[in-house]
């Protein structure tokens, strides 16, 4: 049996897990490329870890039903945007220019002061180039919400 290249077996992963390959949202007229953290496990990590985020790119948290939400930044090593958005996509609060926390525990929660279903980490400053007003509409790619 012919072996398989390491290079060609990361391509072949990737690919198993097309739909996040592909996802992405739109906010303020700017597609981003995301990643989907859909079950409590990936919500849990988020972006800890990470050195950087791709200019362009960010995460999509997708909640079970709308309620007041509250992220943090416990290891998280990169300044973000933190957007709360309710059931019918509408931008409900922001919370912007979050600083990293390396305090474990200690790190303190970014609430969203309202209900809210989905949450979109983008890097810092995003949300005032975007000029991003409460109101204004995220819009999903088919992969991620039917």
Known sequence: MPSI?????LG???????????????????RYKVEVADDDAERARGLM???QLAPGTGMIFLHDR????AYWMKNTKIALDILYFDSARKLV???????????GNACPPYPS???ARYVLELNAGEAAKLKL?????????KDILP
Do not use: H, I, T, Y
């Open 93 to 103: 609060a922001q919370q912007r220019d979050v600083p990293p926390c390396s305090a």
């Open 66 to 69: 709308e309620e007041p939400q």
């Open 133 to 141: 007003q409460n109101g204004a509409e995220l819009k999903f790619s």
């Open 5 to 9: 290249r390491p290079s060609l077996l």
């Open 49 to 51: 870890f990470r050195d």
């Open 12 to 30: 072949m992963l990737l690919l198993s897990g097309c739909a996040s390959a592909s996802s992405w949202v739109e906010l303020g007229g700017q």
């Open 113 to 115: 002061n309202a209900p």
